[in-house]
């Protein structure tokens, strides 16, 4: 293995990482400096001293006893890995996923005259790097904490802990990435739609499970298990560096360094998987084509039955073919599925989730603010990104004789009918935990319905306003600006439906008036189609410009 050549190639990722982070947003002469990363890391470095000094004088000060301090220290110092761990491993995830499929068919990896040992190392180096600010800003705010608190020789430990974990969350991507190119070869072997389903639900899954170990209430529970000495957390590698931490706070030393020691193994062992699986996979199967000897006949949809137009109905199937075959547009269909149910677990899974909640208002109020919340963002993202999709087949439907209305119809029925799916999901979950009362059910249906459409539509309007039709490995489909906006108005749009349930609910509480729950989101429902209606008519102008643009 070649140290030079693994530090060059190491740096032509590094480069590729930050020139994808995209092209309007950083110039070329700021991403061609490597040294920028060190900077950025050496600043939040300072911010997590500060903030670390800080935490330690909010804790004195409110008369926190020792016992309560060094619990919290043993919180903060113990989850650092597990957090690095499933931060390197998630973004990592993302980054790869992120590819289009049209950037991962040259293979141009083949190509360049290295081994797979020494791609594998680079890229791990490469990742450790990019990522490298938050193992700094989270060492730096351990610093005062360690120092303050007593625990000097635990943050030496911590510092030692972090970096193999950061590694270990980078190799783990590797080994990831040659099983992902593994099961990509078995999908295309199956072809027809069952690879289309297994190529969806895969990515679900996999998203599902990344957002799952950066979650923070499984951090916690991971937390409360290590400091409980339950003796099955010993046999999980990935603990390890956290029980590295937890020894030492205790003033176990040699125990600490036993699994310090064993961290080091494990990442060995990954390190040794990850260089196996790349040489095995090295070369990928080249993409095959299937065709059926089957026709079939559309039948009558029902959504004409509401009025939608023929051309709308075919346009959608037109969306769900092509999303369903491109894997940077399936990740984007699995936002709207998976927010909706990772929002729901830290209430799903609490410690004691009894069935009195479900009397009263808890319930409802809980379905109706985090739930629904997690709804309207997936529904927004997946909207605002819906016409940079087109990306040169807008000329298609440009020659094409249909309306700007018509194509808008179509991307919000595109974007609805992916949504209601995780509208459904995390409704059938919190019905089955919490035993909704059937009326309340279907108030949330039809309140969620309204909150889709009108997320929606507005990320519609702000997806045609705010296009990116630029091609790239890694598309994003709409403007950074278009991002913040579409934010900031898609959360204005669910405070503004909110409203009425919080003036019946200040009513309650200060003019002693009858409640109804039902009114209120009744209410935020008529609320949530007028901001539909109004956001259709925009983005009938905003496409109806973009298709005078160009020519016929």
Partial sequence: MRIRVLFEFAKILMLSRLRNTRQSFLSNSITNRPILIALIGSIMFAAGV??????????????????????????????IPIFLIGFFFTMGLLWELNASSESESSDSINWLPISPSEYIFASTVSTS?????????????????????????????????????????????????????????????????????????????????????????LII??????????????????LWPTLSIT???????????????????????????????????????????????TGTISSVSRLRKIGVSVISLALVRREIRSATRRKEVVRLMAIPIILPVMISF???????????????????LFLAVPLLFGV????????????????????????????????????????S???????????????????????????FVAVGITLVL???????????????????????????????IGAFLGVIVMLLMSLPLLILLLARVFLLLPFSLQLSFFLGGMLGLIFARISYSLSIRSVDGILRELPN
Avoid: C
């Avoid at 529970?221 to 990935?238: D, E, F, K, Q």
């Fill in 417 to 443: 009918l992916i949504s209601t799916i995780g509208l459904v999901l995390g409704l059938g979950l919190t019905v089955f935990f919490f035993q909704v009362s059937i009326v309340d059910t279907m108030t």
């Fill in 50 to 79: 500060g903030f670390g000094t800080a935490t330690v004088s909010f804790l004195r000060g409110a008369g926190a006893s020792p016992a309560d301090i060094g619990q919290i220290v043993e919180t903060i110092f113990g989850g």
């Fill in 376 to 415: 309207g963002l997936g529904t927004l993202f997946l909207g605002m990104t819906s016409i940079g999709q087109e990306g040169k087949r807008l000329w298609n439907l440009s020659s094409l004789p249909i309306e700007a209305g018509t194509i808008v119809t179509s991307k919000i029925l595109f974007t």
């Fill in 247 to 293: 020894s030492i706070l205790r003033s176990n030393l040699l125990s600490s360094a036993y699994f310090l020691l064993l961290s080091l193994g494990f990442l060995a062992v990954l390190a040794s998987a990850a260089l196996a699986l790349r040489a095995k996979f090295w070369v990928a199967t080249p993409p095959s084509f299937h065709f059926s000897n």
């Fill in 221 to 238: 529970r991971i937390i409360n298990s290590v400091s409980s000495a339950n003796a099955a957390t010993v046999l999980v590698p990935l």
């Fill in 129 to 217: 790097y990019t990522y490298s600010p938050l193992v700094l800003v989270t060492v730096g705010y351990s610093l005062p904490i360690g120092i303050l608190t007593g625990n000097t020789s635990a943050f030496l430990v911590l510092v030692v802990a972090s970096v193999v974990a950061a590694f270990i969350g980078s190799v783990t991507v590797e080994i990831l990435r040659s099983l992902l190119a593994r099961a990509s070869t078995a999908f295309n072997k199956v072809g027809g739609r069952l690879m289309i389903i297994l190529r969806i639900l895969g990515m679900i899954l996999i998203l599902l499970f990344a957002q799952t170990l950066f979650s923070g209430f």
């Fill in 346 to 364: 830290p209430a799903l899974f609490s410690p004691a989730p009894t069935t009195s909640a479900a009397s009263g208002l808890i319930s409802p």
């Fill in 454 to 484: 009108a997320e929606a539509s507005l990320g519609v309007a702000i997806g045609s306003r705010y296009p990116d039709f630029s091609d790239g490995p890694r598309p994003r489909f709409v403007t950074i600006i278009g991002s913040i």
